[in-house]
């Protein structure tokens, strides 16, 4: 599930025909509801301006350019990339888009080394490291 920048909509992943599939409704108040996906769909991820909905079919990973200028309107769905490397959760998405929406931070499945690594602060280091270079 997620909201868009603005807070108008809300993307979620529901299996309420039979089949999961990416919708769009309302938010705060729920009211109408747009179906996003077709054939299947999960975990659903708004682009930062709001103009793309990215999405998981299956192995691929869908882009469904919309507009919410008035109402919802999806204006076309593409696939970009197969993610059958890619670890994949129908109840939360397991991937991130970059502000620009070119790239994507996603878990790699099957990966013998299990760490997260998280650095804090990591600019201070990095300069530190630079001034020590030869």
């Known amino acids: 599930m997620d909201a868009?920048?603005?807070?108008?909509?809300?993307?979620?992943a529901s299996n309420v025909s039979g089949r999961w599939e990416?919708?769009?409704?309302?938010?705060?108040?729920?009211?109408?509801r747009w179906q996003v996906s077709?054939?299947?769909g999960s975990e659903p991820v708004w682009s930062q301006d709001g103009t793309e909905i990215f999405y998981r079919a299956g192995n691929?990973?869908?882009?469904?350019?919309?507009?919410t200028t008035d109402a919802f309107t999806v204006r076309s769905v593409e696939p970009l990339f197969e993610l059958s490397p890619y670890a994949g959760n129908?109840?939360?998405?397991?991937?991130?888009?970059?502000p620009d929406g070119r790239r994507f931070a996603m878990v790699k499945r099957g990966s013998e080394d299990s760490r997260v690594v998280?650095?804090?602060?990591?600019l201070a280091e990095f300069e530190a490291l630079s001034t020590n270079a030869p």
Request: proline share 2%; hydrophobic share 45%.
């Open 90 to 98: 129908v109840g939360f998405s397991t991937y991130d888009v970059t």
């Open 22 to 32: 990416v919708y769009v409704s309302t938010f705060p108040e729920s009211g109408e």
């Open 38 to 40: 077709a054939g299947g």
């Open 60 to 67: 691929l990973l869908m882009v469904a350019k919309v507009d």
């Open 4 to 12: 868009s920048d603005d807070g108008r909509f809300l993307a979620y």
């Open 118 to 122: 998280v650095v804090l602060n990591w």
